[in-house]
């Protein structure tokens, strides 16, 4: 197990808002990761308890969780590496509060998807695909992710109770699931057309998703009040979104020239990544009671 070498850094930003008459007002912490053997950490999901999980490279030099890599649990000041037996890579994606963790680690076979819950790791895979991969779990241990299929490309899958049922809007031509909450509404992304986009699935029926002044979009994370957080390209830059009541509001921290907003918690928390021009940091981001909404 490591241990966090640097105190979390407490700082207050302001959000821009890009559908809101005020901007909206987040405090900050940075979250930084041990400097022997981890590089480039990416915090990818939390839950309701502020356990958070993501991805670290084990490569010097490698951005952003390159292969290989190994996941992590930070909770209580610790993080845990993550890594299935057999396993030469992996990624941790999602936590629900029960602290069940999803992710994707690499076998001689190919990628697979796990679960990691009380100590130990299931494989999971799509029947049909030659690799899987798992990105969200709920609080009653619905996961969903994607599988790859030769030919046709990514299917996004629903797994409950070793069955799975797959997700593909119509007319796209491909798709991955990356989040669900309690209520079994789904989002991802994928491609409709030339055009990367986003969708929510809810009750058998698919919206897609893409923020004013986007050329890209990609949900990450849906809370049970039903706000979607992600990330898309503005320009040629990443920039955050949320979005709630109908309206979205882009996410970009002061000083930053770019960011990407990875999850999503009920109480409204944000976790992420910024990129001030140098280097890319993980964020906790709390909104303040007085919020936009």
Partial sequence: MKRLC??????????????????VEYTYTTVLLPADGWYSPQFTGINNSGEVV??????????????PTVGFIYRGGTCTPLMPPGCTSAQAAAVNDRGEVVGTALRPSGYVGYIYSGGAYRILGLPGCSWSQA???????TVVGSGWKEGSGYVGFIYHEGSYTTLLPPGWTSAQAVAVNDCG???GFG???????????????????LPPGYISAQPTSINNRGEVAGMGMRGNDYA???YSGGKYTT??????????????????ELLGAQDPG???????ATPSQGRTR
């Fill in 185 to 187: 509404d789904v989002v």
């Fill in 251 to 268: 996410l970009m921290p002061a000083g930053c020239i770019s960011a990407q907003v990875t999850a999503i918690s009920n109480n409204g």
């Fill in 135 to 141: 990105s969200g779990i709920n609080s009653v241990g």
């Fill in 240 to 242: 955050g979104f949320v």
């Fill in 54 to 67: 993501g991805t670290a490279s084990t490569h010097p030099g490698s951005q952003l969780a390159v292969w």
């Fill in 6 to 23: 640097s105190a979390l850094v407490a700082t207050t930003l302001l959000l821009l808002a890009a559908n809101a008459a005020r901007s």
């Fill in 278 to 284: 140098d280097t890319w940091t993980g964020f906790i």
């Fill in 191 to 209: 491609f409709q057309g030339p055009e990367l986009m986003g969708f929510i699935y809810h009750e058998g029926k698919y919206t897609t998703m």
